[in-house]
């Protein structure tokens, strides 16, 4: 599914990500731990194509294809879906004309046509329900006004409803107390089968109680300096990053 | 000839064939000494800081149409916001059309202005209502004054509602090679009566216009106002729109500006208050390019207490187009419980692209609340990276947050058709098929 293979990125001239390889490969959940200032969030920015980031050495790869020649709304045709740290509100555009749009320029890509008024709604429903979200909700301007825990759900929403391949979770469950958590983790939960992948990327292992990984990789200073199972997140957990720096 | 010589030497011929006897004649003489007197205003003057007409009046146009026009309803339907079920007043190159128009005369007035000024059974409104709210000393509105004998005519009477909106539209054909333009309306509604009102000016082929309307409007006790102003002209056409709203006690008028093409507009949106209770309100979006200029000039003047203002104009600028706004709000010492509000918030989306806001605040009142918030940004990058991550290609994006950024403005349209329109002219102008409406 994902190949990446000694990944460089910089910002404004200064090196963040220093040569970074992992595989993920379909059906499987990653995640991606590490302190605070290591590059994970970073790391999903540049996969998902923000401009701002400059990669400088290594590849990605997405089902083979070299991301590098794909512009952020291509590689999420392509089938890439980040979940934000930090979802931007777009007062005057409602959830629902917003989802709307992201699915027909999908669909378009495909070279489908829109989708049917009444096939959006009952998938509406039928997510919005899965994920306890409100209807009221879903007419709403996109994130504006919504607290944090509303804003992690509405873009667990937006990857129910447009179905990646790849979904990339950046500190997801940052700002979600235990119920949210659980049904943004059930939501994920859900998505996941044989044909898509999932890197979750989180600073506490709190969330690997609910989307329990295959792998967990460990990134310190722009690079994976331990991997391992989901023993792991709880060596984390018990001993903090310190003796993980020593690693590096 | 200079064409200022050109408007005041033309002016003999221009009521050659209207009563000279009649009390109108004295106010037109006495409105062209005020332009000659003052002449076309320049950058000196401080209300003309920002935009200069220069590029306009130091050309020759056509005052008069040298004969009728006719147009087929075929090549102007689509201007039209509905084919039936609206009042139309039409003119084709100042010229009245009775084909393409539905006036009335059924219990409300929607007429012309030629038929009110000569008329002994409007004379009435014409002696309390005609060239009463202007400012004496205003060049351009003297001007347009001094030539006042066509536009459009509405008289609604008190507790009656106009069932249907009223359109008036201008057409330039293009058969006069450059043409200069000044209808003048008069609309009055008496007590507890409502009206919509949807004008727009449109060149049917690209050739000089200018355009120097004004309109007077005055609302009664409780009376009530929905005006929409469309501006969409071609490249080649100049429109300076001179509105003067009077208001009196518990009404309300509010007047939307849409500025999305034309060469050179500006609008000098002004209210009066003279009574307690009073909203008014003005709204407009602007989305210029190329080298287009658009001023919104604004006043409101607060003389009577608890009264409430709301000002909320939204522009987006690309290329190297140029927006003015210079919203004025005047307070007088009686007006307490005044709310006067004003908001002006611009995205420019280009190096070359200008704005100029000039909020101006005279408050002489110490109870009151009045506030206001100008902005100048750029498209935020943050967000339209967001949208992109979710497949919406860049230029959509920018469409749906330009979309965004003018929603407060679209939202409070109430006519459902004229709302569609708008999204079809803007969604047309960013070149996308959003296929939504917000």
């Given at each position: 599914?994902?190949?990446i293979?000694?990944?460089h990125?910089?910002?404004?001239?200064?090196?963040?990500?220093?040569?970074?390889?992992?595989?993920?490969?379909?059906?499987?959940?990653?995640a991606?731990?590490?302190?605070?200032?290591?590059?994970?969030?970073?790391?999903?920015?540049v996969?998902?194509?923000?401009?701002?980031y400059?990669?400088?050495?290594?590849?990605?790869?997405?089902?083979?294809?070299?991301?590098?020649?794909?512009?952020?709304?291509?590689?999420?045709?392509?089938?890439?879906?980040?979940?934000?740290?930090?979802p931007?509100e777009?007062?005057?555009?409602?959830v629902?004309?917003?989802?709307?749009?992201a699915?027909?320029?999908?669909?378009?890509?495909?070279?489908?046509?829109?989708?049917?008024?009444?096939?959006?709604?009952k998938?509406i429903?039928?997510?919005?329900?899965?994920?306890?979200?409100?209807s009221?909700?879903l007419?709403?301007?996109?994130?504006?006004?919504?607290?944090?825990?509303?804003?992690?759900?509405?873009?667990?929403?937006?990857?129910?409803?447009?179905?990646p391949?790849l979904?990339?979770?950046?500190?997801?469950?940052?700002?979600?107390d235990?119920?949210?958590?659980?049904?943004?983790?059930?939501?994920v939960?859900?998505?996941?089968?044989?044909?898509?992948?999932?890197?979750v990327?989180t600073?506490y292992?709190?969330?690997?109680?609910?989307?329990?990984?295959?792998?967990?990789?460990?990134?310190?200073?722009?690079?994976?300096?331990?991997?391992?199972?989901?023993?792991?997140?709880?060596?984390?957990?018990?001993?903090?990053?310190?003796?993980?720096?020593?690693?590096? | 000839?200079?064409?200022?010589?050109?408007?005041?030497?033309?002016?003999?011929?221009?009521?050659?064939?209207?009563?000279?006897?009649?009390?109108?004649?004295?106010?037109?003489?006495?409105?062209?000494?005020?332009?000659?007197?003052?002449?076309?205003?320049?950058?000196r003057?401080?209300?003309?800081?920002?935009?200069?007409?220069?590029?306009?009046?130091?050309?020759?146009?056509?005052?008069?149409?040298?004969?009728?026009?006719?147009?087929?309803?075929k090549?102007?339907?689509?201007?039209?916001?509905?084919?039936?079920?609206?009042?139309k007043?039409?003119?084709?190159?100042?010229?009245?059309?009775p084909?393409?128009?539905?006036?009335?005369?059924?219990?409300l007035d929607?007429?012309?202005?030629?038929?009110a000024?000569?008329?002994?059974?409007?004379?009435?409104?014409?002696d309390?209502?005609?060239n009463?709210?202007?400012?004496n000393?205003?060049?351009l509105?003297?001007?347009?004054?001094?030539?006042?004998?066509?536009?459009?005519?509405i008289?609604?009477?008190?507790?009656?509602?106009?069932e249907?909106?009223?359109?008036?539209?201008?057409f330039?054909?293009?058969?006069?090679?450059?043409?200069?333009?000044q209808?003048?309306?008069?609309?009055?509604?008496?007590?507890?009566?409502?009206?919509?009102?949807?004008?727009?000016?449109?060149?049917?082929?690209?050739?000089?216009v200018?355009t120097n309307?004004?309109?007077?409007?005055?609302l009664?006790?409780d009376?009530?106002?929905?005006?929409?102003?469309?501006q969409?002209?071609?490249?080649?056409?100049?429109?300076?729109?001179?509105?003067?709203?009077?208001?009196?006690?518990?009404?309300?008028a509010?007047?939307?500006?849409?500025?999305?093409?034309?060469?050179?507009?500006?609008?000098?949106?002004?209210?009066?208050?003279?009574?307690?209770n009073?909203?008014?309100?003005?709204?407009?979006?602007t989305?210029?390019?190329?080298?287009?200029?658009?001023?919104?000039?604004?006043?409101?003047?607060?003389?009577?207490?608890?009264?409430?203002?709301?000002?909320?104009?939204?522009?987006?600028?690309?290329e190297r187009?140029e927006?003015?706004?210079?919203?004025?709000?005047?307070?007088?010492?009686?007006?307490?419980?005044?709310?006067?509000?004003q908001?002006?918030?611009?995205?420019?989306?280009?190096d070359?692209?200008?704005?100029n806001?000039?909020?101006?605040?005279?408050?002489?009142?110490d109870?009151?609340?009045?506030?206001?918030?100008c902005?100048?940004?750029?498209?935020?990058?943050?967000a339209?990276?967001?949208?992109?991550?979710?497949?919406?290609?860049?230029?959509?994006?920018?469409?749906?947050?330009?979309?965004?950024?003018?929603?407060n403005?679209?939202?409070?349209?109430?006519?459902?058709?004229?709302?569609?329109?708008?999204?079809?002219?803007?969604?047309?102008?960013?070149?996308?098929?959003?296929?939504f409406?917000?």
């Amino acid at each position: 599914m994902l190949t990446i293979e000694n990944l460089h990125a910089q910002v404004e001239g200064r090196a963040i990500l220093k040569g970074i390889d992992l595989d993920v490969k379909a059906g499987e959940v990653h995640a991606i731990m590490g302190p605070n200032g290591s590059g994970k969030s970073t790391l999903s920015s540049v996969v998902a194509g923000n401009e701002d980031y400059e990669v400088t050495k290594g590849k990605i790869l997405l089902k083979g294809k070299d991301l590098a020649e794909f512009n952020p709304e291509e590689r999420a045709h392509l089938g890439v879906f980040l979940s934000f740290q930090y979802p931007v509100e777009i007062p005057g555009v409602t959830v629902t004309n917003f989802i709307k749009t992201a699915i027909n320029a999908n669909r378009k890509a495909q070279g489908m046509d829109e989708i049917p008024a009444s096939e959006l709604l009952k998938k509406i429903r039928e997510k919005s329900k899965m994920l306890g979200i409100d209807s009221k909700f879903l007419s709403r301007s996109l994130n504006e006004g919504f607290s944090g825990g509303e804003k992690k759900r509405n873009e667990i929403f937006q990857m129910a409803m447009l179905e990646p391949s790849l979904a990339i979770l950046d500190e997801t469950d940052s700002g979600l107390d235990i119920d949210a958590l659980k049904i943004v983790a059930n939501g994920v939960n859900k998505l996941k089968g044989k044909s898509n992948a999932v890197v979750v990327i989180t600073h506490y292992q709190r969330l690997l109680e609910y989307i329990v990984p295959d792998f967990v990789h460990v990134l310190f200073d722009g690079k994976i300096v331990k991997s391992g199972t989901k023993e792991l997140a709880h060596e984390l957990e018990a001993k903090g990053y310190d003796w993980i720096k020593e690693l590096a | 000839m200079e064409f200022k010589e050109k408007l005041i030497s033309s002016h003999l011929a221009f009521e050659e064939d209207l009563d000279l006897f009649d009390t109108v004649h004295e106010t037109r003489a006495n409105a062209l000494k005020i332009f000659e007197k003052k002449g076309f205003p320049s950058k000196r003057d401080e209300a003309w800081k920002y935009t200069s007409l220069d590029s306009l009046i130091n050309q020759d146009y056509s005052l008069f149409p040298k004969s009728e026009i006719s147009i087929e309803l075929k090549e102007v339907k689509k201007y039209f916001l509905y084919d039936t079920d609206t009042y139309k007043i039409i003119f084709i190159d100042g010229v009245y059309s009775p084909f393409l128009s539905n006036t009335t005369h059924d219990g409300l007035d929607v007429c012309l202005m030629s038929a009110a000024l000569s008329k002994p059974k409007y004379r009435k409104i014409i002696d309390n209502y005609f060239n009463k709210i202007l400012p004496n000393e205003d060049s351009l509105t003297a001007l347009n004054t001094s030539y006042a004998k066509e536009g459009a005519f509405i008289n609604i009477p008190k507790n009656t509602i106009a069932e249907k909106p009223v359109e008036i539209i201008h057409f330039s054909s293009g058969k006069e090679e450059s043409l200069w333009l000044q209808p003048r309306n008069l609309i009055v509604l008496d007590r507890n009566s409502q009206v919509q009102i949807i004008e727009r000016h449109q060149s049917l082929k690209t050739h000089p216009v200018v355009t120097n309307s004004v309109t007077e409007i005055y609302l009664h006790n409780d009376a009530f106002l929905d005006y929409y102003k469309l501006q969409n002209d071609l490249t080649s056409a100049s429109l300076i729109d001179n509105t003067f709203i009077q208001q009196e006690k518990n009404s309300h008028a509010s007047v939307h500006t849409f500025s999305l093409g034309g060469k050179l507009i500006r609008n000098n949106l002004k209210f009066f208050h003279r009574g307690e209770n009073i909203l008014s309100t003005l709204k407009g979006v602007t989305i210029l390019e190329g080298k287009q200029h658009v001023d919104h000039s604004t006043l409101v003047h607060h003389s009577k207490p608890n009264c409430e203002s709301h000002q909320d104009y939204k522009g987006i600028f690309s290329e190297r187009s140029e927006g003015v706004f210079n919203g004025q709000i005047l307070v007088d010492k009686i007006a307490q419980k005044t709310n006067a509000f004003q908001q002006n918030n611009n995205i420019l989306l280009d190096d070359k692209a200008t704005i100029n806001s000039k909020p101006q605040l005279e408050i002489f009142a110490d109870d009151v609340k009045c506030s206001h918030g100008c902005t100048i940004g750029q498209m935020d990058e943050e967000a339209l990276f967001y949208l992109r991550t979710r497949g919406i290609p860049k230029k959509e994006a920018k469409a749906l947050m330009t979309y965004a950024f003018a929603n407060n403005v679209l939202e409070s349209v109430k006519l459902p058709s004229l709302k569609k329109r708008i999204n079809g002219q803007i969604a047309n102008k960013l070149g996308v098929n959003l296929g939504f409406e917000l």
